[in-house]
């Protein structure tokens, strides 16, 4: 799965304002509305059940919250880079401050793994982070995300 079918310049946001885990996921259902139409509180509640499970706080300051939705087409992804790391219960216990979401379509199922695996893999990577971590542009994070670097 190529990363560059995930995001676009336009869902990459290097500099999110949040002070709590619930806000950020409140602030990405804002952001996502616009792009896949459903309202702001269904996604953030979506986002909120995942979180009930699990945290998807995958450490080193890495979040990939993710959920599904029924009528989703395809699999749609948001990078954000909070402007001050924020406390997200992850497993590591540390603050989180890069956060790839990934809305994904009820019936994803092997592609919704695929998604998951492919922004794992890059975010696992601690020299991506560094460089994710020292811009503020969108074009440098989408050049950093969909590099050869991070295939």
Same mark, same amino acid.
């Given at each position: 799965?190529?990363?560059?079918?995930?995001?676009?310049?336009?869902?990459?946001?290097?500099?999110?304002?949040?002070?709590?885990?619930?806000?950020?996921?409140?602030?990405?259902?804002?952001?996502?509305?616009?792009?896949?139409?459903?309202?702001?509180?269904?996604?953030?509640?979506?986002?909120?059940?995942? %979180?009930?499970?699990?945290?998807?706080?995958?450490?080193?300051?890495?979040?990939?919250?993710?959920?599904? $939705?029924?009528?989703?087409?395809?699999? $749609?992804?948001?990078?954000?880079?909070?402007?001050?790391?924020?406390?997200?219960?992850?497993?590591?216990?540390?603050?989180?401050?890069?956060?790839?979401?990934?809305?994904?379509? %009820?019936?994803?199922?092997?592609?919704?793994?695929?998604?998951?695996?492919?922004?794992?893999?890059?975010?696992?990577?601690?020299?991506?982070? %560094?460089?994710?971590?020292?811009?503020?542009?969108?074009?440098?994070?989408?050049?950093?995300?969909?590099?050869?670097?991070?295939?």
């Amino acid at each position: 799965m190529d990363i560059s079918n995930l995001i676009n310049i336009q869902s990459i946001f290097p500099s999110l304002k949040a002070t709590s885990k619930k806000q950020i996921l409140q602030e990405l259902g804002n952001i996502a509305n616009k792009h896949i139409g459903y309202e702001p509180f269904e996604i953030a509640n979506v986002l909120m059940e995942r %979180e009930r499970l699990g945290s998807t706080g995958v450490g080193h300051g890495v979040a990939i919250p993710h959920g599904r $939705f029924s009528e989703l087409k395809q699999i $749609f992804g948001i990078f954000a880079k909070l402007e001050k790391p924020v406390s997200y219960d992850a497993i590591d216990d540390q603050p989180v401050d890069l956060i790839f979401l990934l809305l994904v379509p %009820e019936q994803a199922g092997a592609d919704h793994l695929k998604a998951l695996a492919k922004v794992s893999r890059i975010l696992r990577d601690q020299t991506i982070c %560094e460089q994710l971590r020292g811009t503020n542009s969108s074009d440098a994070i989408f050049a950093i995300l969909t590099s050869q670097q991070a295939a």
